[in-house]
């Protein structure tokens, strides 16, 4: 059984254009984002999913002078992107990982793959963002098989969805067995996804201070019990939303 995270990556952004490119302390922020991802244990191997458009050749060349895997695909279907990258790179699991999220955690990646393989064959998909979101934003982890993301990718017809990989499978109980994951203290009311300037200019704080990107995520909190301030950076920043109407 291969166990692959696929992170979308591309450099089109209207709040924040090339933001996967940006410096993070030395280092972009897919870098930041790649390198902690393939720390998670549970993982056979981490894959970029970016786009064919030429203004995503940069990443390309990143991921080749880096070694990482590599995948071009669509730009604005991101649930065909996802199905092509895991046929090429024969993934069994799927583990969704957006570049956005440069605090990205491999303790809770290895968790929610965990408790998501313990449950097999009943459940189809985990996520620690339901039944409500308790770890804070730009943490969010998602696995599936392989047989579920093709059969969302066969049958969802929403371009919104697809846009966001996993609505149709979140949004058919009928269909799909989810299963959630919750922290025991609830953290959601924390930003650390990257989508605006504001978010950014956090997360560039928190790398700043460790200056490299092996620390936990608990230590963050730690350190954002000593800077509470920090946290009134981006508290304003709403996420867009996405489009759940059929």
């Given at each position: 059984m291969?166990?692959?995270a696929?992170?979308?990556?591309?450099t089109?952004?209207?709040?924040?254009p090339?933001?996967?490119?940006l410096?993070?302390?030395?280092?972009?922020m897919?870098?930041?984002?790649v390198?902690?991802a393939?720390?998670?244990?549970?993982l056979?191997?981490v894959v970029?999913?970016t786009?064919?458009?030429?203004?995503?050749?940069?990443?390309?060349?990143?991921?080749?002078?880096r070694g990482?895997?590599?995948?071009?695909?669509?730009?604005?279907?991101?649930?065909?992107?996802?199905?092509?990258?895991a046929?090429?790179?024969q993934?069994?699991?799927?583990v969704?990982i957006t570049?956005?999220?440069?605090?990205?955690e491999p303790e809770?990646?290895?968790?929610?793959?965990?408790?998501?393989?313990?449950r097999?064959?009943?459940?189809?998909y985990?996520?620690?963002?339901?039944?409500?979101?308790?770890?804070p934003?730009?943490?969010?982890?998602?696995v599936?098989?392989?047989?579920v993301?093709?059969?969302?990718?066969?049958?969802?017809?929403?371009?919104?969805?697809r846009?966001?990989?996993?609505?149709?499978?979140?949004?058919?109980?009928d269909?799909?067995?989810t299963?959630?994951?919750?922290?025991?203290?609830?953290?959601?009311?924390m930003r650390?996804?990257?989508?605006?300037?504001?978010?950014?200019a956090?997360?560039?704080?928190?790398?700043?201070?460790?200056?490299?990107?092996?620390?936990?995520w608990?230590?963050v909190?730690?350190?954002?019990?000593?800077?509470?301030?920090?946290?009134?950076i981006?508290?304003?920043?709403?996420?867009?939303?996405?489009?759940?109407?059929i």
């Amino acid at each position: 059984m291969r166990i692959v995270a696929i992170i979308q990556a591309r450099t089109g952004s209207s709040r924040l254009p090339r933001k996967v490119l940006l410096d993070l302390a030395g280092e972009v922020m897919l870098t930041r984002v790649v390198n902690r991802a393939r720390r998670a244990q549970a993982l056979d191997e981490v894959v970029v999913a970016t786009t064919v458009q030429p203004a995503d050749k940069s990443i390309v060349h990143l991921c080749a002078e880096r070694g990482w895997l590599f995948f071009r695909g669509s730009k604005e279907d991101v649930l065909d992107r996802y199905h092509h990258a895991a046929v090429t790179h024969q993934a069994d699991i799927v583990v969704r990982i957006t570049s956005d999220c440069p605090l990205i955690e491999p303790e809770i990646v290895d968790r929610v793959v965990h408790e998501f393989l313990d449950r097999q064959p009943e459940v189809d998909y985990a996520c620690n963002m339901l039944p409500r979101r308790t770890f804070p934003q730009g943490l969010d982890t998602e696995v599936m098989r392989f047989d579920v993301l093709e059969r969302a990718w066969r049958e969802d017809r929403n371009p919104a969805w697809r846009e966001h990989v996993t609505p149709y499978i979140q949004c058919h109980p009928d269909l799909f067995h989810t299963h959630g994951i919750m922290n025991e203290v609830d953290y959601s009311h924390m930003r650390w996804t990257v989508d605006a300037p504001e978010d950014l200019a956090f997360v560039r704080r928190v790398y700043e201070h460790f200056c490299h990107d092996r620390f936990s995520w608990r230590e963050v909190l730690a350190v954002l019990d000593e800077h509470p301030e920090w946290l009134e950076i981006n508290r304003h920043v709403r996420q867009k939303d996405i489009k759940y109407g059929i």
